[in-house]
T-cell receptor
C-alpha cells in the first residue's frame, strides 16, 4: 500500500515552454501533497505544500507564478513549470500524506526535467 | 528552526561490514524521525520511522532508536549487502500544527557504497 506515482518520469523540453508533472496517490486519499526539488548529489528542497481544494503554500524563494500547483482531488496534484529555462532543469519529487497517517509522507519516483 | 545533520559521506564498506550513519537534530517540540533511502535514479522510500522518545524503528535489517537526551537517530545495520548501496536521508517531521504540520526537514544525505 501507500503507492505514489509520477508522470512523466522523464521530460525534455525547449526553453520557454511549459511542462506539467502529475503526482497521484494510487491506493489512498492524500489530503496533503508536497513538491520537492533535488539538485544533483544534494538533499531535497521543499518547494510547496498543497492541500486538496485550496491554494498551495510556497516556501520562501519559490516563485508561485513559475511553479503552478493544483491539487484538485484527493488523489492528484500537478506541478506546472511555466516558461521553463535551463536553470529549471532538475529532479522533481512529490510526496503525499494520508489523512489517517499524518506523520508519514510517501514519495513518488520523481520526474527528471531537462530544459534545452 | 528545525535542522537535521548527518555524518558526511561517502561511506564505503565491504559486504557484511557493520554500518552506522549518524544523525542529530534540532527541533522545537516533539518531532517524528525518519530514515529514507534513495536508490540511483529513483525517488525516496521510507526505510523506518520513530514517533516518540526511545522508540526503535526497524526494517530490512536496519534500525534506529529515537534518543531524545542526545537528540539523535543513528542508523545501524549489522551486515550490509551490495544491494544496500544508496543515499540515506535522515529527516524529521514537525508536529507544530497548522500549515507547518508534517513538513519534512531533511539532512544532507549520506552516500553508501558497499563492495563485494
Amino acid at each position: 500500500g501507500a503507492v505514489v506515482s509520477q508522470h512523466p518520469s522523464w521530460v525534455i523540453c525547449k526553453s520557454g515552454t511549459s511542462v506539467k508533472i502529475e503526482c497521484r496517490s494510487l491506493d489512498f486519499q492524500a489530503t496533503t501533497m508536497f513538491w520537492y526539488r533535488q539538485f544533483p548529489k544534494q538533499s531535497l528542497m521543499l518547494m510547496a505544500t498543497s492541500n486538496e481544494g485550496s491554494k498551495a503554500t510556497y516556501e520562501q524563494g519559490v516563485e508561485k507564478d513559475k511553479f503552478l500547483i493544483n491539487h484538485a482531488s484527493l488523489t492528484l496534484s500537478t506541478l506546472t513549470v511555466t516558461s521553463a529555462h535551463p536553470e529549471d532543469s532538475s529532479f522533481y519529487i512529490c510526496s503525499a500524506r494520508a489523512l489517517a497517517k499524518q506523520e508519514t509522507q510517501y514519495f513518488g519516483p520523481g520526474t527528471r526535467l531537462l530544459v534545452l | 528552526g528545525n535542522s537535521v545533520t548527518q555524518m558526511e559521506g561517502p561511506v564505503t564498506l565491504s559486504e557484511e561490514a557493520f554500518l552506522t550513519i549518524n544523525c542529530t537534530y534540532t527541533a522545537t517540540g516533539y518531532p517524528s524521525l525518519f530514515w529514507y533511502v534513495q536508490y540511483p535514479g529513483e525517488g525516496l522510500q521510507l526505510l523506518l520511522k520513530a514517533t516518540k522518545a526511545d522508540d526503535k524503528g526497524s526494517n530490512k535489517g536496519f534500525e534506529a532508536t529515537y534518543r531524545k537526551e542526545t537528540t539523535s537517530f543513528h542508523l545501524e545495520k549489522g551486515s550490509v549487502q551490495v544491494s544496500d548501496s544508496a543515499v540515506y536521508f535522515c529527516a524529521l517531521s514537525d508536529r507544530a500544527g497548522g500549515t507547518s504540520y508534517g513538513k519534512l526537514t531533511f539532512g544532507q544525505g549520506t552516500i553508501l557504497t558497499v563492495h563485494p
